[in-house]
C-alpha cells in the first residue's frame, strides 16, 4: 500500500495476492521475518530487561531511557534481516525488471552485499533505530508502566491474564501510530532505494494522511503481535522464570 499504487486498499491488496500469486503470497518473506524476531526482537528484549535491573524500575523516565538504548542497539542488529524481509515481501507487486527475486533470507542477505555493497545491509540506518527506540518505549517500558499502574488501581496480581492483556493492549495503542510514519518512509527507502527527502515526498504524494498511509493493515498486525508476545512472554516467566518481589511503586 505504501510502494506501489496511491489507490489500493487493504481489501484490494489481499485479493490482488490471492488472485494473482496463490495464498501462499501472504507469507513471502516470513523467513527473513522469523530471522529478524529471532535476533532482532530477543535482543531488544534481553537488553531492555538487563538495563532495568541496573536502575529505579519505578521511575519511568529512567525505563524510556533503557528501552532507547536497548532500542537502538537492537534495531542495529536486526536491520539487514530486515531490509531482505521488507523487500521479499512487496517483491510480487513490482514491475518484473524492478524484482529482486530472493529465494531466501540467506540469498537476500548475500544478493544485498554482492550487488548493492556491504554497506547496504545497514540502508536506513538511523530510521530503523529510531523506529526501534520508539517501539521499545512503546512495547516495553509503557507496558510495564500500565502494568504497575492497573496493579494498583485495579487490585490485579502481578500473574494475572487480564493485567497483561490489559497492559499489551495500551502499549500497543501508543506506540502503534506513533512509529506508522518512521515505518513508511523506511518502507519506502528500503524498497525503492531512495534518499531520505525522495521518501518523504513519495509519501506525501498520498495526501495529508500520507504518513498513516496502511494503519489498517499496520494495527491489525501490531495488536494481535503485540498481545501474544507479553501473554506467552508472562507464562513463560511465572512457570519458569522468576517474579522478584519488590516495594510496589508509588504513584
Known amino acids: ?32 521475518q522469523v530471522l529478524r524476531q529471532l535476533t532482532y526482537t530477543t535482543v531488544r528484549f534481553h537488553l531492555y530487561e538487563l538495563g532495568k535491573m541496573q536502575v529505579d524500575e519505578c521511575s519511568f523516565l529512567k525505563k524510556v ?8 542497539l537492537a534495531g542495529a542488529v536486526g536491520i539487514p534481516t530486515e531490509l531482505v524481509n521488507t523487500r521479499m ?13 530472493y529465494r531466501n533470507v540467506f540469498h537476500g542477505l548475500y544478493r544485498v552485499a554482492k550487488d548493492e555493497g556491504y554497506k547496504a545491509l545497514y540502508s536506513s540506518f538511523v530510521l530503523t533505530c529510531v523506529r526501534s527506540a520508539l517501539t521499545t518505549i512503546g ?32 502499549a500497543v495503542s501508543v506506540f502503534g501510530p506513533i512509529i506508522q ?5 523506511r518502507t519506502i527507502k528500503m524498497v525503492k532505494n531512495m534518499s531520505l527527502k525522495a521518501s518523504i515526498f513519495h509519501l506525501m504524494s498520498f495526501g495529508p494522511l500520507g504518513p498513516f498511509r496502511g494503519m489498517v493493515p499496520s494495527m491489525l498486525r501490531l495488536v494481535p503481535n503485540t498481545v501474544l508476545t507479553f501473554l506467552l512472554y508472562e507464562k513463560i516467566r511465572i512457570h519458569f522464570g522468576y517474579y522478584a518481589a519488590s516495594k510496589a511503586c508509588s504513584q
Do not use: W
Open 1 to 32: 500500500m505504501v510502494t506501489i499504487r496511491k489507490e489500493v486498499g487493504l481489501v484490494r491488496c489481499l485479493r490482488r495476492a490471492v488472485r494473482e500469486n496463490g495464498f501462499l503470497s501472504l507469507y513471502d518473506g516470513l523467513g527473513a
Open 139 to 170: 512495547q516495553n517500558a509503557i507496558y510495564d508502566q500500565a502494568k504497575e499502574n492497573y496493579m494498583q488501581y485495579f487490585k490485579l496480581k502481578h500473574d494475572s491474564t487480564l493485567l497483561h492483556l490489559m497492559s499489551s493492549v495500551t
Open 181 to 185: 510514519p518512521l515505518e513508511n518512509i
Open 89 to 101: 515481501q512487496v517483491d510480487r507487486a513490482l514491475p518484473s525488471h524492478m524484482r529482486r527475486n
Open 65 to 72: 531511557g533503557i528501552a532507547t538504548m536497548a532500542g537502538c
